[in-house]
């Protein structure tokens, strides 16, 4: 069974940047594309970014595009979401995913982490 842990998140001001982590393990990272989602409260779960397993490919929701990049390192099996320019609608508790099909949609992800929280005051 696939568990994947997440952390880095805090609280940050407007304007800062954050660096979320996620830990993969249990079987073999690279037959995964990773993705990332967020849910704010009261919201809909929305997509952030994901990315293939050999790093060939990555996707960005058209509001995070400039101000976020997903990467990997499968030596490690671990999965980050560099996040700058932050802005107070980002505020929301960030998941990382791993599904052999990936992409931008949750239906592509078999396993998910428990998120962690990104709290970004103004």
């Known amino acids: 069974q696939v568990q994947l842990v997440e952390s880095g998140g805090g609280l940050v001001q407007a304007g800062g940047s954050l660096r979320l982590s996620c830990a993969f393990s249990?079987?073999?990272?690279?037959?995964?594309?990773m993705g990332w989602f967020r849910q704010a409260p009261g919201k809909e779960r929305e997509f952030v970014a994901a990315?293939?397993?050999?790093?060939?490919?990555?996707y960005y929701a058209d509001s995070m595009k400039g101000r976020f990049t997903i990467s990997r390192d499968n030596a490690k099996s671990m999965a980050y979401l560099q996040a700058s320019s932050l802005k107070p609608e980002d505020t929301a508790v960030y998941s990382c995913?791993?599904?052999?099909?990936?992409?931008?949609?949750?239906?592509?992800?078999?396993?998910w982490g428990q998120g962690t929280q990104v709290t970004v005051s103004s």
């Open positions: 995913a791993a599904g052999v099909y990936g992409g931008m949609f949750s239906g592509g992800y078999d396993f």
């Open positions: 990315i293939s397993w050999n790093s060939g490919a990555t």
């Open positions: 249990g079987r073999t990272f690279t037959n995964y594309a």
